[in-house]
């Protein structure tokens, strides 16, 4: 904590500070919330200059005045002090009451305390404001005798900076408020400055002006879609239109925040003006609550600008009558008479003057008022409005709009029809964004997702859709947007956040309390679960969730007993599981853990339980479920998920106690976990979990764990590293693992050597070695070491030699080891197993010189590999299919397919896929007619083979190159036999009986006929 007074560290069980010797103020937790909020700072320029030579009692006279003018400022625009610095002050705006006006409503208090404290009349107090729109966590602190409401986090900071920043007697603004309060305030961008504790430059506004226009007028230039169903409610007001002609007829449509209520009455009032009514309207503004009659004065503005042209109004009024108008419209009154009136007496003329030239109005012609936000009306105008919309005055329709909670009581005296509105429906929704974003069929799931996400809120609707558009999601012109990137998550636009929280402002504590715990509990809930959490009797429970129901934040959409209740949209649950602070999120996810465990969760729900753990901050928990969540994803090939039950599982055991039985289980879990990042194609991470175990196990002197850790950084080296890295810890592992008895790590050893082995070109040493690894896994005593099973090892085992013999050119050896292969994977039926037999299926039917066959083949491993993220085989896959396309002829879907290949192994660090695909990329190229292209990568991809010791694939490099370089002289031709007796000698002698044949073949033609066909060709 830090001192109040001097800002020092105070320690947490301090009672008084050891700076200054102020108490400390203790920090009430029940109370601490997050909140959005604007922040106001705001402190007198060189206040030390001002009152150095002063002694105490003068420092104070002459710096009071300024403090009191910035009380006063932010009072009236519903700020709240939180903090006196001497010479200054700290305020907020939106808290502890949300208002989803506190940007505009700060930059209104800052310009009026500046002017304020200008007024003052002391050349010498100069004050400088600094506004930024922020979350904080608000909460009361208690000293010796009161308590302050407080806010604390990074926010403030920023708040602070823009103050220091500023110029005398100018307001500097960050770059949230400036998107919050445009439209009803004025800004000037001063570039990006560089802010004392910002690493990063950061933008600035300055506030130049402000007006008092509502918020839908603000809207209304912002609106980009128009104005769809309100079937209901639009009827309902042209049958009071109808009635008003007998009698003066009263509607209130009421609404949350966005939802539409001045859309639809503005939309109304332009149909009547159409048909020939007066209109005459009125705005209450949050800005305006503190100025008396101020909603009354703009609509007196209004009817008496409507009827000039139909009536002289004013003329007609007694003197007293005018002087009453006169009064409301801010005007010089030279009447004696109304200076002796008392103010109950003025306030009774002012009424009846307002309700004279009404009358006057619309017996000439009918009329509509509109007073629009009521919830904002000032109090000295509510009197006169209620006697205006209670005036029997055939003609006359007036319509208000309020909020739930700011319907005045007189309103229920007009007899008035009430008309609550709710979110549009899903398809008028959907009618709203094809008229946002258009018609494209690619938007459709885009869509599904907005009108889930705002449940058809229209201002929701179309802040999400700004938001998307100005993050760059979005580009192109409204009404015809095209997707420039995917849709991540679609978030909530700083603009809605303090609408929704302004709507959580109105439940109380207790029915707040249930619904952050139906928060923290995700979309939907049932009842008996919040009701094992709350602890709430039965009664008290069904009080909440009816109050909650009507209020629409928790919805009940299964009627039996134990019903299911959900969350009408996401927001609403982010904003109110956003509002908890951590270590009341901490309790409430302890409390759901302890209710699901006592349930008998743990087995069928490790996932739940992991993510409530984790939020509890219960790491050995998290540890448990988590690794419990990783071993059924991987049962069910759900890779990738099972790598982010991995990653947590990791993480909650590092934040437990040290201990060598919690290294021990860390080097455990790694080691298992290498299946899944391996299947993901996260070779990366594979690697580093193998690097990180080994170095665990050397910690604690485990020479078991140690060799599984080598065993699993060898495997990731077949694909992250170079092949002579990759032979010498392969070899190593394979004789510590027979040295250390354990035939499960030696199985997994002697296939990931007879990998190493195969990706050097090293055949013969490949099947070998591999052979010994399916002789030992095919006997009744086969173990696998932990994250695979013995069937699954001998797969892939089977597998690579089976696409060894069949590299060497034994097809029959090849067919017999994918026979056992596919055995295995019609056994057991997983995807991942039909992937590795289908690989094995597609490189044998490019062994036998049927292409279209392969391609069926890997199309369809491919298909399970994207089904179900075995990223790890989908660039051998495509490899092969892009090699199988090639030689069907296909060169533009070969092209295609091994351009893909190529990128996805780089992706995941496949070196020598990368090669592979270069090199048969490099033949579909010539052939397409680029040679010079096609020759440029197979220099490359030969030295990078060469390089780096793959030398099967140098060789296949050499050969392809000398059937691409063209023949047009003799150094030319003296090239391409050097190539193709280069490409025999590695051929020879790693075993590549196919290439060395087809070299030979072609070397043997060449110096047959010097000037044959075999050379044009």
């Known amino acids: 904590m830090l001192c109040f007074a001097c800002q020092s560290t105070i320690g947490a069980n301090d009672n008084w500070c050891a700076q200054c010797g102020a108490a400390v103020a203790k920090r009430v937790d029940p109370d601490s919330e997050q909140r959005f909020v604007t922040i106001l700072r705001a402190d007198v320029v060189d206040s030390t200059g001002l009152v150095a030579d002063l002694d105490p009692e003068e420092a104070v006279s002459r710096l009071e005045p300024a403090l009191a003018a910035m009380r006063g400022a932010v009072r009236q625009f519903g700020g709240i002090v939180s903090k006196e610095l001497g010479d200054g002050l700290a305020a907020v705006f939106g808290a502890p009451i949300a208002d989803d006006n506190h940007a505009p409503l700060a930059c209104h208090a800052a310009i009026e305390l500046v002017r304020r404290v200008a007024a003052l009349g002391d ?18 602190v208690a000293s010796e005798y009161s308590k302050v409401y407080e806010i604390g986090g990074a926010a403030q900071h920023l708040a602070a900076r823009l103050e220091a920043a500023a110029e005398p007697n100018q307001v500097y603004a960050s770059e949230a408020c400036q998107k919050l309060a445009e439209g009803n305030v004025q800004f000037e961008f001063l570039g990006r400055r560089q802010l004392k504790g910002f690493s990063e430059a950061l933008p600035i506004y300055r506030v130049t002006g ?8 603000v809207r209304r230039a912002r609106s980009v879609a128009r104005f769809v169903n309100r079937s209901n409610e639009t009827a309902l007001l042209r049958r009071l239109a109808q009635d008003a002609g007998p009698n003066r007829q009263t509607a209130l449509l009421i609404g949350d925040p966005g939802i539409g209520k001045s859309r639809l009455v503005h939309e109304f009032v332009d149909e009547l003006t159409r048909d020939g009514w007066l209109p005459f309207h009125a705005e209450c503004s949050p800005n305006l609550q503190g100025a008396p009659f101020s909603t009354l004065k703009a609509l007196m503005l209004s009817i008496l600008e409507g009827a000039a042209a139909d009536t002289d109004g004013p003329t007609r009024l007694i003197g007293l009558q005018r002087s009453a108008i006169d009064a409301v419209l801010d005007r010089p009154i030279s009447d004696p008479e109304w200076s002796e009136l008392e103010p109950h007496a003025r306030g009774r003329a002012i009424s009846e003057a307002c309700c004279a030239i009404l009358e006057g109005v619309v017996v000439r012609r009918r009329a509509v008022i509109l007073i629009e936000d009521l919830h904002w009306i000032d109090r000295a105008s509510e009197t006169v409005m209620a006697s205006l919309a209670s005036l029997q005055v055939p003609g006359l329709l007036v319509l208000l709009t309020s909020r739930p909670n700011g319907v005045p009581d007189w309103v229920a005296r007009c007899n008035a029809e009430v008309a609550a509105l709710r979110s549009l429906g899903e398809n008028a929704g959907r009618e709203m964004l094809d008229d946002i974003l258009g018609s494209s069929a690619n938007m459709a799931d885009l869509k599904s997702r907005v009108v889930l996400h705002t449940a058809s ?53 207790e029915e707040r309390s249930l619904l952050q715990i139906a928060a923290a509990l995700g979309p939907q809930s049932m009842e008996s679960m919040l009701r094992a959490v709350a602890g709430l009797s039965p009664e008290a429970l069904q009080r909440c969730l009816i109050a909650l129901d009507r209020a629409e934040f928790l919805v009940r ?11 009408p949209h996401e927001m609403v649950r982010q904003v109110t599981y956003d509002s908890m602070v951590e270590k009341l999120r901490e309790s409430v996810h302890a409390r759901i853990l302890a209710a699901l465990e006592a349930n008998g969760s743990s087995h069928d729900e490790p996932n739940r339980l992991c993510y409530h753990a984790t939020r509890a901050k219960d790491w050995q928990k998290a540890f448990a479920y988590g690794r419990t969540a990783a071993r059924k994803s991987l049962a069910r090939s759900a890779f990738a998920d099972a790598t982010n039950y991995f990653e947590i599982a990791m993480t909650a055991l590092d934040k437990t106690p040290f201990a060598r039985s919690r290294e021990a289980d860390a080097v455990d879990l790694r080691i298992e976990a290498r299946t899944a990042f391996m299947s993901a194609g996260k070779v990366a991470e594979w690697f580093d979990l193998g690097r990180d175990a080994e170095g665990r196990a050397n910690a604690i002197d485990d020479i078991g764990r140690k060799v599984a850790a080598m065993a699993v950084r060898s495997g990731a080296q077949n694909f992250y590293g170079t092949p002579i890295e990759a032979i010498e810890t392969g070899e190593e592992v394979a004789r510590l693992a027979g040295e250390w008895g354990n035939p499960g790590w030696l199985n997994l050893a002697q296939y990931s050597l007879g990998q190493a082995y195969f990706i050097a070109g090293r055949y013969r040493d490949a099947e070998q070695m591999l052979g010994q690894a399916c002789l030992h896994l095919s006997g009744p005593d086969a173990s696998a070491p932990p994250g695979t099973t013995p069937k699954t090892l001998e797969l892939l085992s089977c597998m690579m030699k089976s696409v060894t013999h069949t590299t060497l050119g034994e097809i029959d050896t090849a067919a017999e080891f994918h026979q056992r292969a596919s055995a295995i994977a019609n056994e057991s039926n997983r995807p991942f ?21 392969a391609a069926a083949i890997l199309e369809d491993a491919f298909a399970i590999t994207q089904k179900y993220g075995i990223r790890l085989f989908v660039p051998v896959i495509t490899c092969h299919l892009g090699i199988a396309y090639l030689e069907q002829g296909r060169l533009a879907d070969a092209r295609i397919t091994l351009v893909e290949a190529r990128e996805v192994a780089r992706s995941v660090s496949y070196t020598s896929i990368v090669i592979r695909t270069s090199i048969y990329l490099a033949l579909a190229l010539s052939r397409l007619g680029d040679v010079q292209a096609a020759l440029n990568m197979l220099r490359e991809a030969r030295n990078t083979a060469r ?34 007796r280069a490409a025999i000698a590695i051929a020879s002698s790693s075993g590549t009986k196919p290439l060395l044949h087809r070299a030979e073949a072609l070397l043997n033609g060449m110096l047959a006929d010097p000037q044959g066909s075999v050379w044009r060709h």
């Open 557 to 567: 959409i299964d009627a039996e007993q134990d019903g299911l209740l959900e969350f």
């Open 457 to 509: 809120v229209p201002l929701f609707i179309e802040e999400v859709c700004r938001s998307l558009k100005d993050s760059g999601v979005l580009r192109g012109h409204w009404g015809d947007l095209a997707l420039a990137r995917p849709v991540g998550d679609l978030g909530i636009p700083s603009s809605i956040q303090g609408v929704i929280a302004t709507r959580l402002d109105r439940i109380s504590k």
């Open 833 to 853: 197993d039909r992937v590795g037999a289908g690989y094995s299926a597609g490189c044998l039917a490019l062994g036998r010189g049927n292409p279209g066959e």
């Open 210 to 217: 402000a007006t008092d226009v509502s918020s839908w007028r």
């Open 123 to 140: 050349s010498g107090l100069q004050v400088r404001v600094g506004l930024h729109s922020g979350r904080v966590v608000a909460y009361m």
């Open 947 to 980: 390089q780096q010791g793959f030398s099967g694939l140098e060789a296949e490099a050499l050969f392809g190159e000398a059937t691409v370089s063209p023949a047009s002289n003799e150094n030319d031709r003296t090239s391409i036999l050097h190539k193709l």
